[in-house]
């Protein structure tokens, strides 16, 4: 294992980043053999087991309530559906599942409980359980811990400076708060981010600083090529280019030597020998799924012919940590508060932000 640093620079990571193609591809290829079998890579499913109706205005977002997008809403899925959609992900490879709520936060109650029910439900699959639910507070991310969570996903998106130029609703702080607040459980920490937003490289180095200085680093790393959708304040923004994500999935590979990188959104516009290159740089997670919680993704089959062409195995779950225990709701230390999470409302507006809202008013 080569030892790992929790004190980069903004510099140093440039410098990573910008180094001849080969030299990059090389290197990261070496950091990621000595700390990862180079021959297998993780499977997820993600579901979105509430869909639409966000109050937060993430510029990249079409669950956002406020932007027109052609996005079907739905109420929180039955743990019976989830458990269903759960096999079906285990029948065909996948050793995780992700439920994405669009949430701003987590509140306590019947909602929460459903949540928690359904996350004992997958543990006890013997499949790895991850949520992304919005903030939480410590208590709720104990009793997610209590429940058998293995990861808590809250994706930091971009540097500190260029997400106040993405997100007006709540600030950076709010993410390393929540973040701070899973690592007080056993729980792991899934954050990664969004390239392609309009941000610059020092926003993708600044990123990777904000992720890399956490101590521990998050065990899981998502790195996505923004979907630009029709009707989001970014629908304009330009594809990422093949290469631009290959350097970005290996500057995170070494300078987070034993994280899980995640190829997450964006793999649609990316060809086979794209996700090669991608899997040789580091990246040794996808996630599976005709649909990454709104937006398209390969067929799963189609990725597992990658795999074979590509001599790829799927990984078995619990290989990086034993399975969490399961506590029954009535065994429950923690018990609801009725909390909700506190967050800071910076005061500024994103005009483009405010534009596809008015946008959005007139079309209705
Ligand atoms: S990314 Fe999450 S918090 Fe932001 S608008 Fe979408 S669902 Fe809401």
Known sequence: MS???????????????????MELLYEAATVHRVNHDPNVVQVSTLLSIKTGGCSEDCGYCP??????????????????????????????????VCMGAAWR??????????????????NKLEMEVCCTLGMVTENQAQRLAEAGLYAYNHNLDSSEEYYKEVISTRGYQDRLDTIDNVRKTNVTVC???????????????GMLVA???????PESTPINALVAVEGTPLEDQKPVSIWDMVRMVATTRIVMPETQVRLSAGRTQMTREGQAMCF??????????????????????EDMKMFEELGLNPQKPFTKKVQPQTVEAQNSEYQSLG??????????????????KVKAKALK
């Open 63 to 96: 669950q956002a309530a406020r932007y027109h997008t052609d996005i079907e809403g739905n109420d929180l899925m039955s743990v019976q559906q989830v458990k269903a959609q759960a096999l079906r992900a285990k029948s065909t490879g996948s050793s995780r």
């Open 339 to 356: 909390e909700k999470p506190k967050w800071t409302r910076p005061d500024h507006t994103i005009e483009r932000n405010e534009a596809a």
């Open 211 to 217: 992720l890399s200085t956490l101590n521990p680093q």
């Open 105 to 122: 936060n987590v509140k306590d109650g019947e909602e929460f409980d459903q949540v928690l029910e359904m996350v004992r439900t997958i």
């Open 191 to 205: 954050s990664g981010g969004i390239i392609g937003m309009g941000e610059n490289i020092e926003d993708r180095a």
């Open 280 to 301: 040789f740089a580091g990246a040794n997670s996808i996630f599976a799924g005709d649909k990454l919680l709104t937006t398209p993704n390969p067929d799963v089959n």
């Open 3 to 21: 030892a790992t640093r929790h004190n980069w620079t903004k510099e140093e990571i440039l410098e990573i980043y910008n180094k001849p193609f």
